[in-house]
C-alpha cells in the first residue's frame, strides 16, 4: 500500500513561534481561530514589507514533527485590501534552515482556499516539518499591510511514519557529509584515510569510469588515456543524463504562410471592424465568438472559409489548402507523419472540410469540402479529434453551439468516424449520453490508447439543455469508450468529492502510451484557474496529483487555449500557451516543458512579437507533436488583432527542439583536454617544442576552424609559449623529512578551507541539503606512500626537488583538478538514480 494511502492525513495543532509584528489588537494568535465575519479576528502586520527593510513573517511551530501536506487560508465575509496577493510558505525542522514549500497567492474573494504544499525533497524523500514560516509578499492593496484571517494546516504526525521519514533524512544527510569529506582527502591526497573512510562507511563518490579518469587525468597526467576514458562512456550513453539536463533550442520552419487575403487583413485591417456583441445566454468559448447575423457580415466584408481561404479568389472553389480558422483539430498519423485538419471557426462561421497535409511532399490535399454531405460530422468548432494509428481513422467528439443553435435536435452528442483507407465518414454513436457516454461537450480533451483501442474524454462544458444548467454550469467527467465494442463507461463522476481532478474546461489530457498513464494538466473551473497536474493510471483506475499550485518550481500562468503534447521516450510534456488571463488579455506564445522524471517546469520559448522567422502569437490555434520524427506542427489561430477581431490565420509551421548532442559534447570535452593538456606542456621550457608540435597538429584537429570564437582561442593559445620560464615539471615521488616541513610550512600560508567546513555546516544542518555535485571514488591500488610531492617526468625521484619545483608541481596537478571537475560535470552524480521514473518517486 502507499504510504499516502496508508496514513492519514489529520488537522495539526500549533502554536504561533515568532512573527514580524502586529497592529494594536490583531496579534498573531488570531488566526488559529477562524472566525470570518468578526473583523478584529485576524494577524495585521503595522507595516508592509515594501516600506520596511525586515520583511514581515510569521513563523508556526507544529505540536510534533509532522508531514505537512496542504495549508488553508481562511477570509473574512467580504474582499479586503489587505489580503495577500502573492506569499510564499517555508519549513523545515529547525526554523533557521528551512526550504521553500510554497509560491502562490489568494483570490480577491470571502471564500477560504486550501494549497498543497511540497512535502517531498527533490530526492523524492519526505521532508519532516516542525516550523512553517509565511512571508506576506504583496498585498491586494497598494503598499498596504498584510492580514492573515485564519490558518489550518493538515498532514501526517502518525509517530511510526515520522520516524522513518526522519531516519530517512538523516542517513542522507550522513552520507552527504561522508561524500564531501572523501572529495576532500582526496583532493588532498590523503589515501589511506580517503580509502579507510570509504571502507568503512560503504559509500562511494562515484562509480568506476569517474575513478579511471580520475587517476588517468589527475594522478598521472596521462591527457590520451581520459581521452579514451572520456569517448568510451559517451558511446556507453554515461553522458545522456547530463544530455538530458541541456535547455532546449527552438528551431522554427514555416511550411505554408498564411495567405495573400490573410496577410493583407494583418497589414491593413478591415475597413469597419465589426463589434463583437454576444448574444444574450452565449457561452464563453475562447476558440470562437458568437456567429455574426447576416446584415453584419455584409456590413464587415467579411467572407466564408472559401473567399478568405483561397489566394486567387476563386469563390470557395480551390482546393489547394486549408482556410483560415481557430478552434479547429489537428492531427498526426506517426506512421507516415501525415497531419489531418478538420472542422474549425473562420471568424464569420463554423467549418467541416477535411484536410490531409504530406510532411514529405510539404502539400495539401483536400479529403471532403463538406463532411455534413457525405455522412459526416456537421460544421463545427470547439470539437476534438484523435487518430487511431493501428486502423487509420478518425475519431471526432462534440462541439459548440451558441444560444440561437441550441434546439433540440442539435443536442445529442455524436461520435463520427472517418475511415483514410475508404474516404468515408460514418456515424459510430448517435448519442453517447444514451450510451453512458458524456453529454454534447465543448473545450473537452480526448486521448486515444491504440493498444487497448480506447478512447478517454474528461471534462468540457456540457451544453446547458435549460435555463438552470446556463445559470450553474456543468462540467463532464472522465469516460472511456471502448471501440471493438462500441461501449461507454464512466471512470470519474461529473462531480465529486475525490482526491482526483475536478472537471473542467481549457485543459489539456495527455496519454503516456509506455507507462499507462492519462496526465491532465491546468484549465478552469467556474472562476477558478487552476495549475495542477494529475495523472491516471488507466491499468489501476488510480490517481495521484504531481503538482498543485505553485510549488518550489512555478508552472507556466494561466492562459487561454494553451496547448500540451507529449513525448514517451523523454517522459516530457510540452504546453504552448495562449493569450494571456491577466486584464490586459496580452496574446503571446511561451513553450514549456514539464520533466516527469524530475518534476520540474522550464520555458524554453517565448514570443510576443512578430518576426519573420517565427509564428507571430496567437491563440486559438493547433499544436500537435510526431514523436517519431520529433518534431511540431501549429496552424492557424487567432492573432488577436484589434483592427480585424474577426480575423483567423491559416499558416502552417514546423518546429524542432534541438539539445547538445553526443557529438557536440564530445568535440566540447576533446578540445577542453587537448587545450589543458598543451598548456601543461608550454609551462615547462624543455617541453615547448613539442607543445608547438602538439598545438599546430593535435590541438588544431580538436577545434572548428569555421568558427570565429575557436580561430580567435587557437591564435591566442600561442602566447603561452612564450611566458616567463616555468620550473621544470616532475613527476609524484615520496617526500623526504626536509621536503615534508617545507610542505608543511607551504600549507601553512594558505588560507584555509573554509568551504569544507560551510559544507558539512549546511548537510548536517539542513532538511534538504544541496551539495555540490561528488566526484567519482578512487579504485583500489597497491600502497604508495601517505603523500606525494613532485620529482621528474618519466623517472624516478633524483634527490629533494626545491621548494619552487613543488610549488609548480602541485599548480600542475590543481590545473588537473579544475579540469576533472569540469569533465565530471557530463556524468550523474552517484546521488541521482539511474532513472527518477515519477511512479518511482511516488512510491518513495
Avoid at 509532522?66 to 489580503?83: A, E, N, Q, R
Avoid at 472537471?503 to 503516456?512: A, G, K, Q, T, W
Avoid at 489561430?637 to 490565420?649: E, K, Q, V
Avoid at 620550473?727 to 610550512?745: H, I, K, M, N, Q
Amino acid at each position: 500500500m502507499d504510504m499516502e494511502e496508508k496514513y492519514e492525513s489529520v488537522e495539526l495543532c500549533y502554536a504561533v513561534h515568532k512573527y514580524s509584528s502586529y497592529s494594536a489588537n490583531y496579534v498573531p494568535q488570531n488566526i488559529m481561530v477562524n472566525n470570518p465575519s468578526d473583523q478584529l479576528s485576524r494577524w495585521f502586520t503595522d507595516s508592509s514589507s515594501a516600506s520596511m527593510m525586515q520583511p514581515q513573517y510569521i513563523i508556526l511551530k507544529l505540536k510534533s514533527l509532522s508531514i505537512v501536506d496542504t495549508i488553508k487560508f481562511g477570509k473574512y465575509i467580504k474582499p479586503h485590501v489587505s489580503d495577500l496577493k502573492k506569499f510564499q510558505v517555508f519549513g523545515g525542522m529547525d526554523e533557521n534552515n528551512i526550504s521553500l514549500l510554497l509560491t502562490a497567492g489568494l483570490k480577491k474573494d470571502n471564500t477560504p482556499e486550501t494549497f498543497k504544499l511540497r512535502n517531498r525533497t527533490t530526492e523524492g524523500l519526505y521532508l519532516p516539518i516542525q516550523y512553517i514560516k509565511i512571508v506576506p509578499l504583496v498585498s491586494w492593496g497598494p503598499a498596504y499591510n498584510y492580514t492573515i484571517w485564519y490558518v489550518e494546516l493538515h498532514g501526517r504526525n502518525q509517530e511510526d511514519f515520522i520516524q522513518n521519514a526522519v531516519e530517512t533524512i538523516n542517513l542522507r544527510k550522513e552520507e552527504e557529509a561522508v561524500r564531501i569529506l572523501l572529495k576532500h582527502l582526496r583532493r588532498r591526497r590523503y589515501k589511506d584515510a580517503f580509502e579507510a573512510l570509504s571502507r568503512e562507511t560503504g559509500v562511494q563518490l562515484e562509480g568506476p569510469t569517474q575513478a579511471r579518469l580520475w587517476n588517468a587525468l589527475v594522478e598521472n597526467g596521462d591527457y590520451k588515456l581520459a581521452e579514451e576514458i572520456l569517448e568510451e562512456a559517451l558511446n556507453e550513453g554515461e553522458m545522456d543524463w547530463y544530455l538530458s539536463w541541456q535547455p532546449y533550442q527552438p528551431e522554427w520552419r514555416q511550411l505554408s504562410p498564411c495567405s495573400a487575403a490573410v496577410e493583407a487583413r494583418l497589414c491593413c485591417g478591415d475597413a469597419v471592424p465589426p463589434a463583437l456583441r454576444p448574444r444574450p445566454q452565449d457561452l464563453a468559448c475562447a476558440d470562437r465568438e458568437p456567429r455574426m447575423e447576416l446584415m453584419e457580415v455584409l456590413a464587415s466584408g467579411a467572407g466564408g472559409e472559401g473567399g478568405e481561404g483561397c489566394e486567387v479568389g476563386c469563390g470557395g472553389a480551390c482546393t489547394a489548402r486549408p482556410g483560415p480558422r481557430g478552434g479547429h483539430q489537428l492531427v498526426v498519423d506517426t506512421n507516415t507523419g501525415t497531419l489531418y485538419l478538420f472542422g474549425g471557426w473562420n471568424g464569420t462561421e463554423d467549418l467541416d472540410d477535411l484536410w490531409s497535409y504530406s510532411t514529405s511532399s510539404e502539400r495539401w490535399s483536400l479529403l471532403c469540402r463538406h463532411s455534413s454531405l457525405t455522412g459526416g460530422p456537421s460544421p463545427r468548432s470547439c470539437h476534438k479529434m484523435v487518430f487511431d494509428p493501428v486502423n487509420e481513422r478518425l475519431y471526432t467528439l462534440g462541439r459548440y453551439l451558441d444560444n440561437a443553435q441550441r434546439v433540440p435536435a442539435n443536442m445529442n452528442s455524436e461520435l463520427y468516424v472517418y475511415d483514410v483507407c475508404a474516404g468515408t465518414w460514418s456515424l459510430a454513436c448517435a448519442d453517447t449520453a444514451a450510451a453512458g457516454g458524456p453529454r454534447l461537450v465543448f473545450d473537452h480533451q480526448m486521448c486515444l490508447d491504440a493498444d487497448t483501442q480506447t478512447i478517454y474524454v474528461f471534462g468540457g462544458r456540457v451544453l446547458p439543455s435549460n435555463t438552470e444548467e446556463l445559470v450553474s454550469p456543468q462540467y463532464s467527467g472522465l469516460y472511456a469508450y471502448y471501440i471493438n465494442s462500441n461501449t461507454w463507461q464512466q471512470l470519474l463522476a461529473d462531480r465529486h468529492d475525490l482526491p482526483a481532478p475536478q472537471p473542467r474546461v481549457s485543459h489539456s489530457m495527455l496519454f503516456h502510451p509506455v507507462q499507462r498513464r492519462l496526465y491532465m494538466f491546468a484549465g478552469q473551473r467556474n472562476k477558478e484557474q487552476l495549475l495542477d497536474l494529475w495523472w491516471w493510471d488507466v491499468g489501476e483506475g488510480r490517481c495521484g496529483a504531481l503538482c498543485a499550485g505553485a510549488a518550489a518550481c512555478p508552472p507556466p500562468a494561466a492562459g487561454f487555449t494553451q496547448r500540451a503534447t507529449i513525448d514517451p521516450d523523454t517522459d516530457e510534456i510540452f504546453v504552448l500557451s495562449g493569450m494571456s488571463k491577466e486584464k490586459d488579455k496580452r496574446v503571446y506564445n511561451s513553450l514549456w516543458v514539464f520533466s516527469l522524471r524530475r518534476l520540474t517546469w522550464t520555458c524554453v520559448y517565448r514570443n510576443d512579437c512578430v518576426t519573420p522567422a517565427e509564428p507571430r502569437p496567437r491563440f486559438a490555434h493547433q499544436l500537435v507533436y510526431d514523436p517519431v520524427r520529433k518534431i511540431h506542427y501549429l496552424f492557424g489561430g487567432n492573432p488577436g488583432t484589434a483592427s480585424s477581431p474577426r480575423l483567423r490565420l491559416d499558416d502552417l509551421w514546423a518546429l524542432r527542439l534541438e539539445r547538445a548532442s553526443r557529438g557536440g559534447v564530445w568535440r566540447s570535452v576533446r578540445a577542453a583536454l587537448r587545450e589543458a593538456h598543451y598548456r601543461e606542456l608550454a609551462a615547462a621550457p624543455a617541453l615547448r617544442p613539442r607543445a608547438l608540435h602538439y598545438l599546430r597538429h593535435d590541438l588544431s584537429a580538436a577545434l572548428d576552424h569555421c568558427d570565429p570564437a575557436q580561430v580567435s582561442q587557437f591564435q591566442k593559445l600561442a602566447t603561452a609559449l612564450f611566458v616567463s620560464p616555468a620550473v621544470e615539471w616532475r613527476a609524484a615521488c615520496a617526500l623526504s623529512p626536509r621536503r615534508a616541513r617545507t610542505l608543511a610550512r607551504r600549507r601553512a600560508r594558505r588560507t584555509p578551507h573554509a568551504d569544507l567546513a560551510h559544507a558539512l555546516a549546511a548537510v548536517l544542518g539542513a532538511d534538504e541539503a544541496c551539495p555540490e555535485a561528488p566526484q567519482p571514488f578512487e579504485e583500489a591500488r597497491p600502497p604508495t606512500p601517505d603523500t606525494w610531492d613532485v620529482g621528474e617526468v618519466g623517472g624516478a625521484c633524483e634527490g629533494a626537488a626545491s621548494e619552487e619545483e613543488e610549488e609548480a608541481g602541485w599548480a600542475a596537478r590543481d590545473a588537473r583538478v579544475r579540469l576533472y571537475d569540469r569533465l565530471s560535470a557530463y556524468f550523474r552524480p552517484s546521488s541521482v538514480p539511474p532513472r527518477a521514473d515519477v511512479a518511482d518517486l511516488i512510491s518513495l
